[in-house]
C-alpha cells in the first residue's frame, strides 16, 4: 500500500507559477513510476505528466510542454510538478498518482495508487 498527500495548489494569476508536491509513505517509492493528473470541472481526468522510478525519464502532455516541469527526490518520498507561464485553462485538480508498471501509460485506470487532489486555479 501506498499513501500518497498532494500539497501546494492555490490561486495564482495568469502567467504565474506554482510548484505542487506529493508525498509518499508505504512502500519503496523508487519502486514506483509517477504521474500526474488533473481533471477540470465537468471533464475527464487528463494525464499531465510522468517520471519513472529513477528520475530519469520523464514525459508530458503536449500542452504543457515547456511550461511544467516533473521531478522527484527519492530520498524525500516526493515527487514535483513545476508549473510556469500558467494559463486559465491549467484550472484543474491535480491528482498525483503511483505505477508499479513499467511500461510507461498515459492512461489513470494503469495507475495503482491515488493521492485526494489539490486545488489549482488560474485566474485571467
Known amino acids: 500500500q501506498v499513501q500518497l498527500v498532494e500539497s501546494g495548489g492555490g490561486l495564482v494569476q495568469a502567467g504565474g507559477s506554482l510548484r505542487l508536491a506529493c508525498a509518499a509513505s508505504?512502500?519503496?517509492?523508487?519502486?514506483?513510476?509517477m504521474g500526474w493528473f488533473r481533471q477540470a470541472p465537468g471533464k475527464e481526468r487528463e494525464f499531465v505528466a510522468r517520471i519513472s522510478g529513477s528520475g530519469l525519464s520523464t514525459y508530458y502532455r503536449d500542452s504543457v510542454k515547456g511550461r511544467f516541469s516533473i521531478s522527484r527526490d527519492n530520498a524525500k518520498n516526493t515527487v514535483y510538478l513545476q508549473m510556469n507561464s500558467l494559463k486559465p485553462e491549467d484550472t484543474a485538480v491535480y491528482y498525483c498518482?503511483?505505477?508499479?508498471?513499467?511500461?510507461?501509460?498515459?492512461?489513470?485506470?494503469?495507475?495503482?495508487?491515488w493521492g485526494q487532489g489539490t486545488q489549482v486555479t488560474v485566474s485571467s
Open positions: 508505504g512502500r519503496i517509492f523508487s519502486n514506483y513510476a
Open positions: 498518482a503511483a505505477d508499479r508498471g513499467a511500461v510507461v501509460t498515459t492512461q489513470d485506470k494503469k495507475y495503482d495508487y
